[in-house]
Every structure is written in C-alpha cells, then in structure tokens.
C-alpha cells in the first residue's frame, strides 16, 4: 500500500471515531438537555367575570320569562311524594326498631339457640338496609335542593344589582315595578325550597339516629 493510500486510511479511520462519538453522545446530550429545560410555566387562572346590571332593554323580556325559571327550579325540587312515602315508612320502622330491641334483649338473656339469634340478627340487618335507603333519598334531596337554591340566589343578585343600578340607568317606575316582582318571586320560592330542604334534613337526622342504633346491635 502506497503512503498517500495509508493516509486516506487513517483519515478514513479518524472520520468515523469521531462520527461515532458523536452518535453515542446525542442521547445523552439530549437528556442533559432535557434535565436543564425549565417546565413549562402554568397558565394564569381566567379570572371569572364580575356580574353587571341587566340591559334596560332586556329587563321586560327576563321578568316575563323568571316564571319559567323559577317553575323549573321547584319541579326540580318537589320532593313532596318522598318526604311523605319516608316520613310514613319511618314512623312504622321506629315501632318496629323499639319491638325489635325489646326481642333482641330477650333473646340475648335467655341465650337461645344460635338459629333464633340469626334470626334476630337478619331482623336488624333488613332495617338497617331500609333505614340506609332512606337516608340516600333524603341525601340526594338535599343536594338537589342546595344546587337550585345556589342558582336562585345567583339570579336574585343579579337583580338586586339591576336594581341598585336604577339611579344610573333612571328606569321608568313600570320596569321598576317588574323588577320588584321578581325578586318577590325568587324569594318566596327559595322559602318554599328551604322548607322542604329543613323537612328532609330533620328526617335524615332522626333516620340516621335509628341507623346507628341497628348497627350497635350487630
């Protein structure tokens, strides 16, 4: 081999160490990279828009349709069938939870067989089943009622706000009139809503103190 061919040899040679270091390098070049890039800055929340005055324009056309709303709000609310179907239903389960207490003490004293025990235990378990049934109802009821009252007293706001406004937008006392109405409509159905919501959470407190007392047994 002449001597210019042995230097494009080793030059060859060198050309592709030096190519193949820089392959086995970019890996780890691009996880060093990857380590120092900074993460990505978290956007700022969007602050949430401040509620304005109704438009004078738009005052007749809402008050119109608030009865719409607000027939919504209490069908959605109407828990009347379940409050008096539970309220009847407990009534007749206290009886039956006070007779159960005096036979389950009986029971225990004598020390019968364990078949009559069972038994008692299963009647303990069956009103502990009801009793929690119940107070999933009332539950979701209760919620269901905070959802709409929450809505209702977002809308009342927004009135009372067009209303503290009419010094600005000088409104005629017809709208006026209309305004007041309204309000008068939101609140009395949110008292209608709150009635039912007092009714539903004093039987879902007298419920679950019956429940605790089924699972103190057994």
């Known amino acids: 081999m002449t001597p210019m061919r042995n230097k494009q040899s ?8 030096a190519a193949l270091m820089v392959i086995g390098l970019a890996p ?3 996880v060093h990279a990857q380590d120092t890039q900074e993460p990505p800055a978290t956007p700022a929340p969007t602050p949430t828009p401040q509620p304005t005055p109704i438009p004078a324009a738009e005052i007749p056309g809402r008050a119109a349709a608030i009865g719409s709303f607000l027939r919504d709000a209490a069908s959605k609310t109407d ?6 179907s539970i309220g009847e239903d407990f009534e007749k389960e206290k009886e039956h939870i006070s007779e159960l207490e005096e036979e389950t003490r009986r029971r225990l004293e004598i020390e019968g067989p364990a078949s009559v025990i069972e038994e008692t235990e299963n009647a ?3 009103s502990g089943t009801r009793l929690d049934g119940w107070l999933k109802t009332l539950s979701s ?3 269901s009622i905070d959802k709409e009252l929450g809505k209702l007293g977002d809308e009342g706001a927004l009135w009372e706000l067009t209303r503290s406004a009419e010094g600005e937008t000088e409104l005629p006392p017809a709208v ?7 309000l008068d409509a939101i609140s009395t159905t ?10 539903m ?10 429940e605790r007392l089924s699972t103190r047994w057994w």
């Open 10 to 17: 080793v030059a060859r040679r060198v050309v592709l160490m």
């Open 28 to 30: 780890a070049v691009a």
């Open 79 to 84: 828990f009347s069938d379940e409050l008096g």
């Open 124 to 126: 303990w378990l069956r």
């Open 141 to 143: 009821g209760v919620a």
């Open 176 to 182: 006026l009139q209309q305004i007041g109405e309204t």
């Open 190 to 199: 949110k008292k209608g809503m709150r009635s039912t919501r007092d009714a």
């Open 201 to 210: 959470l004093t039987l879902q407190s007298e419920t679950a103190k019956k």
